[in-house]
């Protein structure tokens, strides 16, 4: 059963029950519904994966957003400061990930994120290439990818 599609029935159920079919009900209702399947969930096989995944979605969206806060910042006071401490560059990130889907997100992720865009992979995606802003040691930028967002990118695809 895909718990997935249940969820986004029941939240359109909710939004039925209440006469108003707007995005903010939707929403409402999808977090009922996801309340009422955790607490349902011996009864659907395979919820608990669609909760983990689910979380570790969000995690992978927090974690986006904290780093877009962060970098702005980062950036914007690069920019307003009379001394620029950018220090651009381009680095090689190998990558762990191999699914399309999954290089994907990490290279939007990258590349949505101010001070850093994606700029190729190679024909085998073993290996991406990242302009950073701010690339005074290239090692801590590979780890920082590595263990930050390449890691988070394949947990949520798990």
């Not at 718990?3 to 209702?29: H, P």
């Not at 919820?47 to 970098?71: G, H, K, N, Q």
Request: proline residues 4%.
């Amino acid at each position: 059963m895909n718990i997935f599609a249940l969820n986004i029935a029941l939240a359109v159920i909710w939004a039925a029950l209440t006469g108003e079919i707007t995005l903010m009900n939707l929403l409402v209702g999808f977090a009922l519904g996801s309340a009422a399947l955790y607490v349902t969930r011996p009864l659907f096989p395979g919820c608990d994966r669609y909760f983990t995944r689910a979380t570790r979605w969000i995690m992978l969206i927090v974690t986006f957003l904290w780093e877009l806060v962060v970098s702005s910042i980062q950036v914007v006071w690069d920019v307003l400061t009379p001394a620029h401490k950018a220090r651009p560059g381009i680095i090689s990130v190998p990558l762990d990930i191999q699914g399309e889907m999954e290089i994907l997100v990490l290279t939007n992720y990258i590349s949505l994120t101010p001070g850093t865009l994606s700029l190729d992979v190679t024909e085998d995606c073993k290996t991406l290439y990242i302009h950073a802003m701010f690339a005074d040691d290239p090692d801590e930028i590979r780890r920082s990818i590595k263990q930050g967002v390449e890691q988070r990118v394949k947990e949520a695809f798990e």
